[in-house]
């Protein structure tokens, strides 16, 4: 009977200690304000993956990284997609980035920055749909294939068509006010070596 009692001494002894740790530390998370953070100079650790593809996401890793408002590779901006804590922040690859380190700029204008740099990968656009041969101007004109987010721009002749929507398969572009016949309409994405274009239509003509 009394090495019972003693057993259940040891464990309600067990639970009071877990108790007296965690509320430790949530007094200290708890003690921690807000200009305490915002005076706290942000890290970045690390990040994954090391080497992504345009429009991808990646996974970024720290301290101090609560208040995140800009987030850059090389100096292209890339959108904030998600804060999952104060620690852990995703983004999106723009169309527009190179390889480069990572920066996290916060809302007190202070800087992360990457020990490292990310390696960015350019995936081909193809086109697997007919490009009519003529449209009205602001008519809309749906485009299908695959990697579609990594084109950049849309020029008939000279001049760049508005890009409504954009998926990986799927975009839709607005014709632009520009009449006429013989117009080539072309699309551009980034390529490791610089900009790259393909072609949509030789011989284009524009209604209004």
């Given at each position: 009977m009394k090495t019972r009692i003693t057993f259940l001494v040891m464990i309600a002894m067990g639970f009071a200690l877990s108790f007296y740790v965690a509320?430790?530390?949530a007094e200290t998370e708890v003690d921690q304000t807000v200009d305490e953070i915002l005076a706290a100079q942000p890290t970045i650790t690390s990040f994954m993956p090391t080497t992504a593809s345009i429009q991808s996401k990646v996974t970024i890793s720290g301290t101090f990284l609560n208040f995140a408002?800009?987030?850059y590779i090389g100096n292209v901006e890339c959108e904030i997609t998600q804060r999952i804590n104060g620690n852990t922040l995703e983004i999106e690859v723009s169309p527009n980035a190179r390889d480069g380190k990572i920066r996290i700029v916060t809302s007190s204008d202070k800087e992360a920055i990457s020990g490292g740099d990310i390696t960015i990968t350019y995936p081909a656009p193809t086109i697997t749909s007919t490009f009519p041969s003529q449209?009205?101007?602001n008519e809309n004109i749906t485009v299908e294939g695959t990697n579609?987010?990594?084109i950049t721009r849309i020029t008939f002749d000279t001049t760049e068509a508005i890009i409504q929507f954009q998926e990986p398969q799927a975009l839709v572009l607005s014709v632009p006010n520009n009449e006429g016949p013989n117009q080539k309409v072309r699309y551009y994405?980034?390529?490791?070596?610089?900009e790259a274009s393909g072609e949509l239509?030789?011989?284009f003509q524009i209604f209004t």
């Amino acid at each position: 009977m009394k090495t019972r009692i003693t057993f259940l001494v040891m464990i309600a002894m067990g639970f009071a200690l877990s108790f007296y740790v965690a509320s430790c530390k949530a007094e200290t998370e708890v003690d921690q304000t807000v200009d305490e953070i915002l005076a706290a100079q942000p890290t970045i650790t690390s990040f994954m993956p090391t080497t992504a593809s345009i429009q991808s996401k990646v996974t970024i890793s720290g301290t101090f990284l609560n208040f995140a408002v800009a987030a850059y590779i090389g100096n292209v901006e890339c959108e904030i997609t998600q804060r999952i804590n104060g620690n852990t922040l995703e983004i999106e690859v723009s169309p527009n980035a190179r390889d480069g380190k990572i920066r996290i700029v916060t809302s007190s204008d202070k800087e992360a920055i990457s020990g490292g740099d990310i390696t960015i990968t350019y995936p081909a656009p193809t086109i697997t749909s007919t490009f009519p041969s003529q449209a009205f101007v602001n008519e809309n004109i749906t485009v299908e294939g695959t990697n579609l987010r990594g084109i950049t721009r849309i020029t008939f002749d000279t001049t760049e068509a508005i890009i409504q929507f954009q998926e990986p398969q799927a975009l839709v572009l607005s014709v632009p006010n520009n009449e006429g016949p013989n117009q080539k309409v072309r699309y551009y994405y980034n390529t490791q070596s610089g900009e790259a274009s393909g072609e949509l239509s030789p011989d284009f003509q524009i209604f209004t």
